[in-house]
């Protein structure tokens, strides 16, 4: 009976000893986020058009603080960088309680970004805004744009974006702009 009490004694300080590690861990990994959400958000704060640069930071170190988000936001804003508010957005799209306006950052890659941009807005965004998207596209007079936006809806009138497209059998791919 001895000899059962001092194995579960064991098993017990085990258990105790393997959690206090992992909360260790944790408070570490919290610590080192906070590191580098600072950092972050000191370039971003500091340095003009330094938003896919932070980005890029923001998606090594794993996640950051909300202020981080907040601030990437605000520089791209700033410096209105269309490329960044299409990272961004994609990045919105995957993480959905970011305190981040992504309407805002739609609107900029649509007004200000290139067709290229908003070809990829169209088919990478869960529901884009179509009617934008097309107006912009169709007041460029690039045939080459037109003819690529058409055909995309042609096959997606309702413009669902890639992920709708891929879970109906159709293929094709998520377009990076960096």
Known sequence: MNHQKIESQTVHQETENKEAREQ???????????????????????????????????????????????????????????AGAYHLTLLAQSTLDLPIDVRQLVELVIAEGDNQQRLALLKNLRVPPVDMIKTQILASNDSDAIAHMNKYLQANPQGHGSEHMLSSGQSDQIVPLS
């Open 24 to 82: 260790q861990a944790l408070e570490l990994r919290r610590e080192r986020l906070k590191a580098e959400s600072a950092r972050i958000i000191d370039v971003a704060n500091t340095e003009p058009h330094s938003a896919l640069r932070c980005i890029h930071q923001l998606s090594v170190a794993g996640g950051a603080t909300e202020a981080t988000y907040l601030a990437i936001e605000q520089r791209i804003m700033t410096d209105q960088d269309p």
